[in-house]
Nanobody, 125 residues
Framework: VQLQASGGGLVQAGGSLRLSCAASGFTFDDYTIGWFRQAPGKEREFVAG????????DYAGSVKGRFTISRDNAKNTVGLQMNSLKPEDTAVYYC???????????????????WGQGTQVTVSS
């Protein structure tokens, strides 16, 4: 099982980045995919998630309206489009796969079975 996150980098406040998560080694469309982030000295927190078929999404309040999650089950990939970035979005971003509910999106870390290695996002002011 592998989840490979990419697309991080350094961007100025107000800018955009698109993260990608490429999955392999499991039946991709049997899993909810979530993005989490962890800033230095803070707990890892839920950012966004998308259900197995992509019909349901959920976002943390701090990113709602700025971030958009999407998935392509034919390519086993999930994207996270991040717009209007703020310095407080600076963190390591992780993608994760969870085998729970078919339709809903889990927002807790314990609901996810597999984790990628993370990609650094730094937003300068």
């Amino acid at each position: 099982v592998q989840l490979q996150a990419s697309g991080g980098g350094l961007v100025q406040a107000g800018g955009s980045l698109r993260l990608s998560c490429a999955a392999s080694g499991f039946t991709f469309d049997d899993y909810t995919i979530g993005w989490f982030r962890q800033a230095p000295g803070k707990e890892r927190e839920f950012v966004a998630g998308i259900s197995r078929r992509g019909g349901n999404t959920d976002y943390a309040g701090s990113v709602k309206g700025r971030f958009t999650i999407s998935r392509d089950n034919a390519k086993n990939t999930v994207g996270l489009q991040m717009n209007s970035l703020k310095p407080e979005d600076t963190a390591v971003y992780y993608c994760a796969a969870g085998s729970g509910s078919i339709f809903s999106v889990a927002i807790t870390r314990g609901s996810y079975d597999y984790w990628g290695q993370g990609t650094q996002v730094t937003v300068s002011s």
